[in-house]
């Protein structure tokens, strides 16, 4: 009988998923399957609904419960300067190349509420590179967006941002790119003027600009194989030549179909670069 009803449940997964692309142009059908599974459960119980097929007419009938839906699908998890060695690594490795350029674009891919946009314009205010580059964060998740652009962030996340921006290879006290407000920290408008926020899908949209960095990190793990070909295909064509990818600790291009595209600049820090 689980057998069954594990089958029953993956025949809704794939009816709600074919549902949400029609009504809302959302495509979630490549992402892991183990994962979906496992989220779609806790939304079940989020939404009190005894099956997927009642959570399917709820998300199709009440646009509200799609949009509560979202963070279900995208993994809202960020950190200022996460992962450390990585913005380490672009600071003494990529910057110098960087500097080379006249002008500077930036793709954070799947950056949620925006923690790693500001680390970077953070990064590139100290390494004097941030008043000739547009940084690009985009998301699926338009509240994720929301939070990104206020670059507002709770009190109690300020001391682990401070370990991790000193780790990084920080110059100064990460206290003077924020003003304390809203029971948290705002972070200098200054910094706010070099970045752009929209909406973008690494399921179903287009490369939008030629960029030199492209970061997308902790995403490629919730997608299947196809989609984390496309994804990839998507950052080949918006590199400049010997342009720069980063991806997260547990991300590779070893077995993608753009593998040959990428060579390992950074193998320990997971960045590559476009050949």
Same mark, same amino acid.
């Given at each position: 009988?689980?057998?069954?009803?594990?089958?029953?449940?993956?025949?809704?997964?794939?009816?709600?998923?074919e549902a949400i692309l029609l009504r809302y142009q959302h495509d979630f059908?490549?992402?892991?399957?183990?994962?979906?599974?496992?989220?779609?459960?806790?939304?079940?119980?989020?939404?009190?609904?005894?099956?997927?097929?009642?959570?399917? +007419?709820?998300? $199709?009938?009440?646009?509200? #419960? %799609? !949009?509560?839906?979202?963070?279900?699908?995208?993994?809202?998890? &960020? @950190?200022?300067?996460?992962?450390?060695?990585?913005?380490?690594?672009?600071?003494?490795?990529?910057?110098?190349?960087?500097?080379?350029?006249?002008?500077?674009?930036?793709?954070?891919?799947?950056?949620?509420?925006?923690?790693?946009?500001?680390?970077?314009a953070i990064l590139l205010e100290e390494e004097g590179l941030l008043e000739?580059?547009?940084?690009?964060?985009?998301?699926?998740?338009?509240?994720?967006?929301?939070?990104?652009?206020?670059?507002?962030?709770?009190?109690?996340?300020?001391?682990?941002?401070?370990?991790?921006?000193?780790?990084?290879?920080?110059?100064?006290?990460?206290?003077?790119?924020?003003?304390?407000?809203?029971?948290?920290?705002?972070? +200098?408008?200054? $910094?706010?003027?070099?970045? #752009? %926020? !929209?909406?973008?899908?690494?399921?179903?949209?287009?490369?939008? &600009? @030629?960029?030199?960095?492209?970061?997308?990190?902790?995403?490629?793990?919730?997608?299947?194989?196809?989609?984390?070909?496309?994804?990839?295909?998507?950052?080949?064509?918006?590199?400049?030549?010997?342009?720069?990818?980063?991806?997260?600790?547990?991300?590779?291009?070893?077995f993608n179909a753009q593998a040959g595209n990428f060579c390992e600049f950074?193998?320990?820090?997971?960045?590559?670069?476009?050949?």
């Open positions: 009988m689980e057998a069954e009803s594990d089958q029953v449940f993956d025949i809704e997964l794939k009816l709600l998923l059908r490549n992402y892991s399957v183990a994962s979906l599974r496992r989220r779609m459960e806790q939304a079940m119980q989020r939404f009190a609904c005894n099956t997927l097929s009642q959570l399917q +007419d709820k998300v $199709l009938h009440e646009p509200a #419960v %799609f !949009a509560q839906m979202l963070p279900f699908f995208t993994v809202q998890v &960020s @950190e200022m300067f996460r992962d450390p060695e990585y913005f380490k690594a672009l600071r003494e490795q990529v910057v110098p190349v960087l500097k080379t350029y006249p002008s500077i674009k930036i793709w954070v891919a799947g950056c949620s509420s925006g923690e790693e946009v500001w680390s970077l000739r580059t547009m940084l690009y964060g985009t998301d699926i998740n338009p509240d994720a967006l929301k939070i990104a652009e206020a670059g507002i962030y709770a009190a109690d996340r300020l001391a682990q941002f401070s370990t991790s921006y000193q780790l990084a290879g920080g110059r100064k006290s990460l206290s003077e790119y924020y003003t304390a407000a809203y029971k948290g920290a705002i972070f +200098d408008r200054r $910094l706010r003027q070099q970045l #752009v %926020f !929209a909406d973008h899908s690494l399921a179903t949209d287009s490369v939008f &600009s @030629e960029v030199h960095l492209v970061s997308c990190r902790n995403v490629l793990i919730y997608f299947n194989r196809e989609l984390q070909d496309r994804a990839a295909a998507l950052f080949h064509e918006a590199l400049v030549n010997r342009g720069f990818l980063g991806l997260g600790m547990k991300e590779s291009l070893r950074s193998r320990h820090e997971k960045i590559y670069q476009r050949i």
